[in-house]
């Protein structure tokens, strides 16, 4: 089982839109809709974000959006918020493994 | 409100062992598939394995199979981590958090930290 590759950190300013993307295989991602997306603040437990690819938990907000495309899953966070500024780590079932997870800065 | 909350995390020499606890409450315990995730200081997350409601079924990650061994008491909403041959590499803080569906985890506790260290 192959971990997940994500890059190891993306920046936006406030307001603007930015993605994270989730590089898999035809054997995790690629092949099944069970894509999850957790953002986890220093000293915190990870929290469920994205859940089946594109569905939030209630009480997430709609800002940030799941999609997939091939092997590929992809988290957007729209309108950026200081908040925001967290580690994001996606996960699939099939590999066992969350990928190596992601810092944004919100400059 | 649901809750997780972990227990047992402490400074323990390179060989030795140590049994850690996960308090559950607020949803349907017995009901629920259950994992292990552990988070080394500055790294990222690294799936354990999990375990079936009934505890018939346990599934491990190679680094740990053979040394850990996940078990429950559904009785009491309660899930265990024994580690055994702790290696200073097992040093992280460790979370439970339940399965809800194919590997994907909604509940989260809030971690306890093992430090392996002479």
């Known amino acids: 089982q192959s971990a997940l590759t994500q890059p190891a950190s993306v920046s936006g300013s406030p307001g603007q839109s930015i993605a994270i993307s989730c590089t898999g295989t035809s054997r995790d991602v690629g092949a099944y809709n069970y894509v999850s997306w957790y953002q986890q603040h220093p000293g915190k437990a990870p929290k469920l974000i994205i859940y089946d690819v594109t569905k939030r938990p209630s009480g997430v907000s709609n800002r940030f959006s799941g999609s997939k495309s091939g092997n590929t899953a992809s988290l957007t966070i729209s309108g950026l918020q200081a908040d925001d500024e967290a580690n994001y780590y996606c996960?699939?079932?099939?590999?066992?493994?969350f990928g190596g997870g992601t810092k944004l800065t919100v400059l | 409100e649901v809750q997780l909350v972990e227990s047992g995390g402490e400074l323990v020499q390179p060989g030795g062992s140590l049994r850690l606890s996960c308090a559950a409450s607020?949803?349907?315990?017995?009901?629920?598939?259950m994992a292990w995730v552990r988070q080394p200081p500055g790294r990222g997350l690294e799936w354990l394995g999990n375990i079936k409601p009934d505890g018939s079924v346990k599934n491990y990650v190679d680094s740990v199979k053979g040394r850990f061994t996940f078990s429950r008491e559904n009785g009491e909403n309660s899930l265990f981590l024994q580690m055994n041959g702790l290696r200073a590499e097992d040093t992280a803080v460790y979370y439970c958090?339940?399965?809800?569906?194919?590997?994907?985890?909604?509940?989260w506790g809030q971690g306890t930290l093992v430090t392996v260290s002479s």
């Open positions: 607020g949803f349907t315990f017995s009901s629920s598939w």
């Open positions: 958090a339940r399965d809800w569906a194919f590997q994907q985890f909604d509940y």
């Open positions: 996960a699939s079932y099939g590999s066992a493994l």
